[in-house]
């Protein structure tokens, strides 16, 4: 960091994974993540750079936070047991970030964004989420021309999705214009079913079969969504609608399918 | 979106309309007001005439696209030059206008179809990267478009994607192509007379095709280039007209040989589709009983009717 000597540093390095990667590596992803996080923001202090921006996740607050999570229910209430390591560890960093700006006066900041999407993603069977993992469900019922589809639970929950450049224009917008304690929200402030996110799927790859809800299946928390009333009143508004995100996403996925590029796991 | 009321387009329209797609057509001024008023707001439409190119900059400045879809224009690929320059006109000088004002407008992507027939007479698969050899006015005016197009992505950076689709087939297509010719004569009961069908063709089910523009339209790799949209599935034309009156239970049949073959007829049309395959990840899945099925099955119910551009769901 001290040869290229940047004037701002933008932190979205982590060791990332879903359920089962967190639940059986704790101290991997409790280590590794406060290392990431220490080492950069140290560093970026010493030789004086003059802003940083912390990239965190919504699974930072608490699990009984009310929905729309708002900034202020930070350290309320216990976590969510499934990924607490890593919702630890950047807690940690966000914390890091904030005794910066206190001690040293570090223009630091932090983002939350909520759950993204978009090209690139992991479309891969087994690690993916649930909406790359709907997208490739529905490519391969259409291709074999399948009458339903599966989908886990009663497609109730509620999800949040913010497309990927919508996040990347928050992160230049905040890196200009925002100095401040608090680790601001990053969303869209509008949440959708999952039966409606798959039916929109639908439409946008051509799928015209059924879904087979099963309910068997848990459901996970009804609602899940962020508070970016804050962001929203600093000027800043996600622009790209679920709908134009989600066929930009299907043709990435058509072309990383074919190329060999699907990551796994 | 240009030819929005074609049998691609509408095709293409309703899935666009699915995913949630902000439209506005061309349409000729004589119709565009009754078009506007059967589409009630759900897309919107603005006169222009391909065959009036000085009309298109105006037209696409007030669209302001995001995206072109262009897929009007002149499509008989009879072999005599009395309307050469009417192919020229409304293929080459209208897609040349349009470009430039798409070019004004900062378009993300210039999507536009071409032909199998500017590979004419040569070995198949045909690889887009051959000498176009067009035999009619019809695809030489495409392949002047593809080389005006291809020059304005090499020398401007233009992104235009020129897709050549291969005998597209599906539910409201009309006569005289082929298929729906085949299938109005089968459902009527009637014999079908028709050249010697030797000519294999490449027929490509029209949701498939529908699924490559929409693909390319947003793939940033797509730019620039020339894309073969084919099934792979080649068959002989009696080959596909015996299927159609087998699948139709038609009480007429095939007439093979009644019918004089046309100049410069193409012997066999293939696609090679690795490149789609490779920049797209486009692949068909339809299957051609499949297809011809859902084909026969909307002629059977709604004659030779266009497919409507907003679904009744919708």
Same mark, same amino acid.
């Given at each position: ?22 639940? *059986? ?27 940083? %921006? ?11 936070? =009310?929905? =729309? ?9 216990? %976590?969510?047991? *499934? ?11 966000? @914390? %890091? ?33 649930? %909406? ?7 490519? @391969? ?48 402030? $509008? ?16 799928? *015209? ?14 609602? @899940? ?18 709908? $134009? ?21 | 979106? /240009? ?107 210039? #999507?536009?179809?071409?032909? !199998? ?18 035999? !009619? ?17 090499? /020398?401007?950076?233009?992104?235009? #994607? ?47 095709? #529908? ?19 084919? !099934? ?74 266009? #497919? ?7």
């Amino acid at each position: 960091m001290r040869e290229a000597s940047p004037d701002a540093v933008f932190l979205a390095a982590a060791k990332v994974g879903g359920i089962l990667a967190n639940d *059986t590596r704790p101290a991997e992803f409790l280590h590794d993540n406060l290392a990431i996080q220490t080492n950069v923001i140290h560093t970026a202090h010493e030789i004086g750079v003059e802003k940083l %921006l912390f990239l965190g996740s919504t699974c930072i607050y608490p699990r009984m936070a =009310p929905q =729309p999570m708002p900034e202020d229910a930070l350290l309320t209430g216990p %976590l969510e047991p *499934t990924n607490e390591w890593y919702a630890i560890a950047k807690i940690a960093g966000l @914390k %890091l970030c904030q005794a910066c700006r206190k001690q040293y006066g570090d223009d630091f900041i932090s983002a939350m964004p909520t759950n993204l999407y978009g090209p690139g993603d992991n479309y891969s069977p087994s690690g993916s989420h649930v %909406l790359p993992a709907l997208m490739a469900k529905m490519c @391969k019922a259409r291709g074999e021309g399948a009458a339903a589809v599966e989908i886990w639970g009663s497609g109730n929950p509620r999800r949040e999705f913010l497309y990927v450049d919508d996040l990347a224009d928050a992160l230049v917008f905040m890196m200009k214009s925002y100095s401040g304690d608090t680790a601001l929200n990053v969303g869209v402030g $509008e949440d959708i079913s999952i039966a409606d996110l798959a039916r929109k799927i639908a439409a946008v790859v051509g799928y *015209t079969g059924d879904f087979a809800f099963d309910s068997t299946k848990p459901d996970g928390t009804p609602r @899940k969504l962020v508070d970016v009333t804050r962001l929203n009143a600093l000027g800043w508004q996600a622009q790209t609608s679920l709908d $134009e995100g989600l066929v930009r996403t299907y043709a990435d996925y058509r072309a990383a399918l074919s190329s060999g590029s699907v990551r796994s796991g | 979106m /240009t030819g929005g009321t074609g049998f691609i387009g509408r095709h293409l329209v309703r899935r666009l309309l699915g995913c949630g797609a902000d439209i506005t057509l061309l349409a000729r001024p004589a119709h565009a007001q009754d078009l506007a008023a059967e589409l009630s707001g759900k897309i919107c439409v603005l006169p222009g005439a391909l065959d009036d190119p000085a009309t298109l900059g105006p037209v696409v400045a007030e669209a302001n696209p995001q995206i072109i879809i262009h897929l009007g224009g002149y499509s008989d690929p009879a072999r005599d030059l009395s309307r050469s320059e009417q192919a020229m006109t409304v293929n080459l000088m209208a897609t040349m206008a349009l470009a430039q004002a798409a070019m004004d407008a900062g378009v993300e992507a210039f #999507v536009t179809t071409g032909t !199998s027939e500017e590979y004419g007479h040569q070995a198949v698969p045909f690889h887009e990267d051959l000498p176009m050899k067009p035999l !009619s006015p019809y695809s030489a005016s495409k392949a002047a478009v593809t080389l005006w197009l291809g020059m304005l992505h090499d /020398t401007h950076g233009f992104p235009a #994607v020129m897709i050549r689709p291969f005998l597209c087939y599906g539910p409201g297509q009309t006569p005289p192509k082929l298929v729906p010719s085949a299938i109005l004569a089968a459902l009527a009961g009637q014999d079908f007379p028709m050249t010697s069908g030797q000519q294999t063709r490449e027929l490509t089910y029209v949701d498939d095709l #529908v699924d490559g523009l929409l693909t390319a339209a947003l793939n940033p790799a797509a730019r620039g280039r020339v894309l073969n949209l084919g !099934s792979g599935q080649e068959h002989t034309a009696l080959d596909i007209v015996e299927r159609i009156f087998a699948l139709s239970g038609s009480s007429g049949r095939p007439r093979p040989g009644t019918v004089t073959e046309r100049a410069s007829e193409m012997n066999r049309v293939l696609a090679e589709t690795e490149r789609a395959a490779k920049v797209l990840g486009w692949q068909a899945t339809t299957q051609l009983e499949t297809g011809l099925r859902e084909t026969i099955g909307w002629a059977r119910r709604h004659g030779d009717c266009p #497919v409507p551009l907003i679904p009744e769901d919708f």
